[in-house]
Structures are given as C-alpha cells and as structure tokens.
C-alpha cells in the first residue's frame, strides 16, 4: 500500500530511540497517522514541526498498519507561530478538536479551513474569529451543526441575533426579545453577509461562549472531558481584550 498526498502536522509523539509518530490533517486521507524513522534527530526536527505544511509518502503493507511516512516539507510555519501565544493556543485547540474525528476519514473541507486558518494564526486581530469558524465547522463535520442561515421564529434572514440553545437555530432580534435570559449571543460576523467589518472583543467572547457550549453538549461532555486548556487560554485573552476594550460609541437621535 502506498500513496502521497499533502498534510498539515498537527501532532508528534516519540517512538523509541530515535523515531516519531507523526499525526496530520491531510488533503484527501484525512487524519492520519505514520512512523517517521530518524524523526527524532536534529535535521529532521526543523521540518517535523506542527503547523508545517508537508508532502507526505505512506507506505505500509496492509491498509490497516500504521505504515511509515516519507516527510518532504513544503511550507515551514512552525517558527512563525511559536512566537505568538494566540498561535500555539489556537493550533493546540484545533489539533484537539480534529483528533474526534475518525482516523482516516477524509474531510477535505476541514483541510482546507485549516490551511487558511495556520495562514493567519499568529495574526491576533484575525486568529480568534478563524478559530471559531473552525470550531463551527467541526461541530458541523461531526454531526452537530448550527443552522444561522434564518430565524426559527419568522423564517427570516434578517436581524439575526441569537441562537436558542435547544436547536442550535438562530433567532432574530425581535422574536429573541421575551427570551433573552435563555438564549446564546450571535456575533454579527457569524451572520451571513455581515461578516466584513472586524470583530469587537466582545464579537469574539460572544463567539467561543456560542462554540463552547455546543462543543461541551456534544463533543465533550458525553466522553466526560473537560474544555483543553489552550482553549481557555484563547477565551482567557478574549475576555482581557474585551474588558480593555473601548466602550462602544452610542448614536443620538
């Protein structure tokens, strides 16, 4: 059995004395695991890092086994992203989230939000809202999607501020308003066709509390997990930039 394909690592664990098991979200074979003979030694590090994209080579002789990788990099983020805690928080999110998935079972929607998401990790302005897209996304890949096309109420598309936590199905403004106490933020930029001006902090804290309570319902809770803790770190300095951040301006008639 033999087959190349492209990937992004997203885990490594060591193997012996001097090999690893290297974990990767990849284009056409989803998350996949292979041994990397010499993994471990100095030269190979550089490229085996996570965030890298590479070109991978899996050879094994039945399907089944772990098989062994071929590792040729491509694309070296690693540094990029080490250097900003919103990265390595964010990426340590991710690659928790992607390993529900069954091993080997291609998503190739999933690589490519990903691929856009290592883009602009270290970005602190944009990371935060890609991640909770990609936590969307998973929800949705794993069976358990949000539906914030149209409100639950009326049908409509329009003014869409809310999302009852019983369906997962957004609520408009006005129908949202006798159940406010009940109900979960939407962020404007999670609204179809709003989503062109940058988040507030607020937008942002807004939206991991929307993803996390979908995550813990379904994903985390029934296995008896508890939230990973780079998570709480991204929603720890969520909550910082929002308590520091300038009130909004209010308009006057």
Not at 17 to 43: C, D, F, Q, Y
Not at 138 to 163: I, K, N, Q, Y
Request: with cysteine.
């Amino acid at each position: 059995m033999e087959w190349t394909d492209e990937g992004t690592i997203i885990g490594l664990k060591a193997h012996g004395e001097s090999a690893v098991i290297l974990e990767a979200m990849t284009r056409e074979h989803g998350r996949h695991l292979g041994l990397v003979r010499g993994g471990r030694s100095a030269k190979a590090q550089a490229s085996l890092q996570p965030g890298n994209n590479v070109s991978l080579t899996w050879r094994a002789r039945l399907d089944e086994h772990l098989g062994e990788y071929k590792v040729e990099l491509l694309t070296s983020h690693a540094a990029r992203l080490i250097a900003a805690p919103v990265a390595l928080y964010g990426l340590g999110t991710i690659a928790g989230l992607l390993r529900f998935l069954p091993e080997r079972d291609p998503h190739p929607g999933l690589y490519e939000g990903l691929s856009v998401l290592v883009a602009h990790l270290d970005e602190a302005e944009m990371a935060p809202a890609l991640i909770i897209r990609f936590e969307l996304a998973m929800l949705t890949e794993l069976g358990f999607g949000l539906d914030l096309a149209r409100c639950a109420v009326t049908g409509s598309p329009d003014d869409l501020s809310h999302v009852s936590p019983k369906s997962g199905k957004a609520v408009s403004r006005r129908a949202a308003q006798p159940y406010l106490d009940r109900l979960l933020k939407l962020p404007s930029f999670l609204v179809e066709g709003q989503g062109g001006r940058r988040p507030s902090p607020a937008d942002i804290l807004s939206g991991f509390a929307l993803t996390g309570f979908f995550l813990r319902r379904h994903i985390l809770d029934p296995r008896g997990l508890r939230e990973p803790p780079e998570r709480a770190r991204l929603v720890e300095m969520a909550t910082r930039a929002a308590a520091n951040a300038p009130p909004a301006e209010s308009s006057t008639a």
